[in-house]
C-alpha cells in the first residue's frame, strides 16, 4: 500500500516546491469516474490515519525476505551507494514468536479444520481425470523447466530459505540508497519494455536528461501510441508508471541531505522531486507520472474491496501469538477494507 501512504507526502513535497507540481495534477482522472480532490480528502482524511497504525503493528512491521538471493536476469552488484542503506536484519529475538513460529501452528484445530473441509468439498465437486500417460508426464516436465528457469516469469520469495531473514520495515523505511546510474535504469526499462506490449520503434520517455535532448518529440509520439490503445493495455502502463512515481516520491521524500562524520539527516530534497515531476524539467511528462500514482491508488482500493469477504472470515487470524493485541489490529484491517469498499458505493441523491 506504498501509494496510500505516499499520497499524503506527495502534498508535502509539493508544498515545499510551492505547489508549482502538485497543481497541475487536479480534476478527473482519465479512465476513472473520480477526481484527484475526492482522493486527497479519502485518503488523507480517513485511511491514511488507520492505515499508519495498522502498518506499526508486529504483524505488519516484521517482513521475512532472503537478502542474499542474486538477481535472476542479470550479474548485477548489490552494494548499496550509501553506507546507510543497507537493509539491517533483526535478531531472532526481536520478532514475536508467533510470527517465526511454522504456519501450521498460528491457527486454531478448528480453522484448520474448517480449511480440510472446504478442500474436500471442492476435490469431490472437482473430480476429473487426472491420469496422464508417459509421454505426457515428460512433456509437462520440459514445460515446467522452460518456465521456472528460462523465461523466469516468476520469481517467489522463498520464506523457508535458511538464508532468509526477518526486516523491522520501521527500521528500514523506503528511501533515497544512492542506487543510480546505467544499473538502475536497466532495471525499469527492463520492466517497462516487457510490460507495455509496445513495438521497439516506439521510444518511452524515462531518463529525466533525456527531456533536455529530445525537446518532448518522443513523449508526444509516445502518449500518441498510447491513447490509441485499448483501455486494459492503458491500465497495465499506467499502473507500472504509478508503481514508479510512488517510488520516486519515497526517495525524495526520505533523502540523505546531510552525511558527516558529526551528523547525519534525512529529509525532503525538492529538487530532486521537481526533477522527476516538474512539467517543465520532464516537458510535461512530470504531472501524468503522479496522476498514474492517483490510478495504481484507486486500483489497490478497488483490490483491498473484493478481497474483503475473505479476510472477514472467522479463520482468518493475523497471528503473532498475542490474542488480544491480534484481534484489534484484525478489527483495524477489517476497518480499513471496509473504507476501501464504502469508495465504489453509488452515492445516494
Known amino acids: 500500500?506504498?501509494?496510500?501512504?505516499?499520497?499524503?507526502?506527495?502534498?508535502?513535497?509539493?508544498?515545499?516546491?510551492?505547489?508549482?507540481?502538485?497543481?497541475?495534477?487536479t480534476g478527473e482522472l482519465d479512465d476513472c469516474a473520480c477526481d484527484v480532490e475526492t482522493i486527497d480528502g479519502?485518503?488523507?482524511?480517513?485511511?491514511?490515519?488507520?492505515?499508519q497504525t495498522l502498518l506499526e503493528s508486529d504483524y505488519f512491521r516484521f517482513y521475512k525476505v532472503n537478502l542474499?538471493?542474486?538477481?535472476?536476469?542479470?550479474?548485477?552488484?548489490?552494494h548499496c551507494g550509501l553506507r546507510d542503506c543497507a537493509v539491517k536484519p533483526c535478531s531472532p529475538n526481536e520478532v514475536p514468536e508467533g510470527i517465526r513460529s511454522s504456519p501450521h501452528e498460528k491457527y486454531s484445530a478448528e480453522a484448520n479444520e474448517e480449511q480440510l473441509d472446504e478442500c474436500e468439498k471442492e476435490k469431490h465437486l472437482g473430480a476429473v481425470?487426472?491420469?496422464?500417460?508417459?509421454?505426457?508426464?515428460e512433456a509437462l516436465l520440459d514445460w515446467s523447466k522452460h518456465d521456472d528457469e528460462a523465461e523466469r516469469f516468476c520469481v517467489v520469495d522463498d520464506e523457508e530459505s535458511p538464508d532468509s531473514r526477518y526486516v523491522d520495515l520501521l527500521l528500514n523505511p523506503e528511501r533515497y540508497t544512492g542506487y543510480k546510474g546505467p544499473e538502475a535504469w536497466q532495471i525499469w526499462n527492463s520492466i517497462y519494455e516487457e510490460n507495455c506490449f509496445k513495438p521497439f520503434t516506439i521510444k518511452r520517455p524515462l531518463i529525466p536528461s533525456s527531456f533536455q535532448s529530445s525537446s518532448g518529440s518522443e513523449a508526444r509520439t509516445f502518449y500518441s501510441w498510447l491513447e490509441g490503445q485499448c483501455v486494459e493495455k492503458r491500465a497495465f502502463y499506467r499502473l507500472i508508471s504509478g508503481l514508479h512515481a510512488s517510488i520516486n516520491i519515497h526517495l525524495s521524500s526520505q533523502y540523505l541531505l546531510d552525511d558527516s562524520w558529526y551528523k547525519r539527516k534525512w529529509g525532503?530534497?525538492?529538487?530532486?522531486?521537481?526533477?522527476?515531476?516538474?512539467?517543465?524539467l520532464t516537458v510535461g511528462e512530470g504531472p501524468k507520472r503522479l496522476r498514474n500514482l492517483y490510478f495504481l491508488y484507486l486500483i489497490e482500493l478497488r483490490a483491498l474491496a473484493k478481497v474483503l469477504p475473505f479476510f472477514k472470515?472467522?479463520?482468518?487470524?493475523?497471528?503473532?501469538?498475542?490474542?488480544?493485541?491480534?484481534?484489534?489490529?484484525?478489527?483495524?484491517?477489517?476497518?480499513?477494507?471496509?473504507?476501501?469498499?464504502?469508495?465504489?458505493?453509488?452515492?445516494?441523491?
Open 268 to 280: 525532503h530534497n525538492v529538487s530532486e522531486f521537481r526533477q522527476r515531476f516538474d512539467s517543465d
Open 42 to 51: 479519502f485518503n488523507n482524511e480517513q485511511l491514511f490515519p488507520k492505515l
Open 1 to 25: 500500500m506504498a501509494p496510500v501512504v505516499f499520497l499524503l507526502l506527495l502534498l508535502q513535497m509539493s508544498g515545499s516546491a510551492h505547489g508549482k507540481c502538485f497543481c497541475q495534477v
Open 68 to 78: 542474499n538471493k542474486p538477481c535472476p536476469f542479470w550479474t548485477a552488484n548489490s
Open 313 to 349: 472470515q472467522p479463520s482468518f487470524r493475523l497471528y503473532t501469538g498475542r490474542t488480544e493485541e491480534d484481534q484489534k489490529h484484525k478489527e483495524l484491517l477489517l476497518d480499513i477494507l471496509q473504507l476501501a469498499r464504502s469508495v465504489y458505493k453509488p452515492k445516494e441523491n
Open 129 to 137: 481425470d487426472v491420469s496422464l500417460s508417459e509421454e505426457t508426464r
